[in-house]
């Protein structure tokens, strides 16, 4: 495995890149915020704790897409959940309800790319079941990464079929192949 990961340049193009999107991404967090407060009202900012880089847990933020009284179900989210506010369809489809973990791109939790970060249930779960799981931890986690490429609408549930993608960005992490992840993804989203 090469450097880049846990690199200084990593962490300056996630920098450089969160700055250069957060100006056009607050107007949408905004937005966002907006529509899920008239749409259900309460609290627009959802944070859950999720493991990070050397299985270190930290809290991530995500615009609130559920209804306030949905249950917490441990296993994950679910396809077509019921509790899903109207509005968080949109978000969701246009993945804006992710555009709130710039600041976890700042804090230094997170990358734009990488493994997606799992609660800390679903990774204890997955590394006693799953061989090779822990391996994903050496990296940091990202908004979206090379499984998401392959299985978008995957769930907690999918971790087995998820992993080989997260162990080959593991192995292959750098600059270019950073960047086609990024450019697959603004492709799928456009």
Not at 107 to 130: F, L, N, Q, T, Y
């Given at each position: 495995m090469n450097t880049y990961p846990k690199s200084s340049l990593k962490r300056l193009l996630d920098w450089v890149l969160s700055v250069a999107v957060a100006p056009f991404a607050l107007v949408f967090v905004f937005l966002g915020c907006a529509a899920v407060y008239l749409t259900d009202g309460g609290p627009v900012i959802y944070k859950q704790l999720r493991v990070g880089l050397g299985g270190k847990p930290f809290t991530m933020y995500k615009l609130r897409t559920l209804k306030l009284n949905a249950k917490d179900d441990l296993s994950g989210m679910r396809k077509n959940d019921p509790d899903i506010i109207w509005v968080g369809w949109v978000l969701r489809a246009w993945r804006i309800d992710e555009l709130p973990q710039?600041?976890?791109?700042?804090?230094?939790?997170?990358s734009w790319v990488g493994p997606r970060p799992e609660r800390p249930h679903i990774v204890a779960k997955c590394i006693e079941e799953i061989p090779n799981y822990g391996k994903r931890h050496v990296v940091l986690p990202g908004i979206t990464g090379w499984a998401q490429i392959h299985h978008p609408d995957a769930t907690p549930n999918d971790n087995l079929h998820k992993l080989p993608?997260?162990?080959e960005y593991v192995e292959k992490a750098g600059f270019k192949f950073d960047a086609l992840i990024l450019w697959k993804t603004l492709v799928a989203i456009g």
């Amino acid at each position: 495995m090469n450097t880049y990961p846990k690199s200084s340049l990593k962490r300056l193009l996630d920098w450089v890149l969160s700055v250069a999107v957060a100006p056009f991404a607050l107007v949408f967090v905004f937005l966002g915020c907006a529509a899920v407060y008239l749409t259900d009202g309460g609290p627009v900012i959802y944070k859950q704790l999720r493991v990070g880089l050397g299985g270190k847990p930290f809290t991530m933020y995500k615009l609130r897409t559920l209804k306030l009284n949905a249950k917490d179900d441990l296993s994950g989210m679910r396809k077509n959940d019921p509790d899903i506010i109207w509005v968080g369809w949109v978000l969701r489809a246009w993945r804006i309800d992710e555009l709130p973990q710039i600041f976890n791109i700042l804090k230094g939790d997170m990358s734009w790319v990488g493994p997606r970060p799992e609660r800390p249930h679903i990774v204890a779960k997955c590394i006693e079941e799953i061989p090779n799981y822990g391996k994903r931890h050496v990296v940091l986690p990202g908004i979206t990464g090379w499984a998401q490429i392959h299985h978008p609408d995957a769930t907690p549930n999918d971790n087995l079929h998820k992993l080989p993608y997260d162990l080959e960005y593991v192995e292959k992490a750098g600059f270019k192949f950073d960047a086609l992840i990024l450019w697959k993804t603004l492709v799928a989203i456009g």
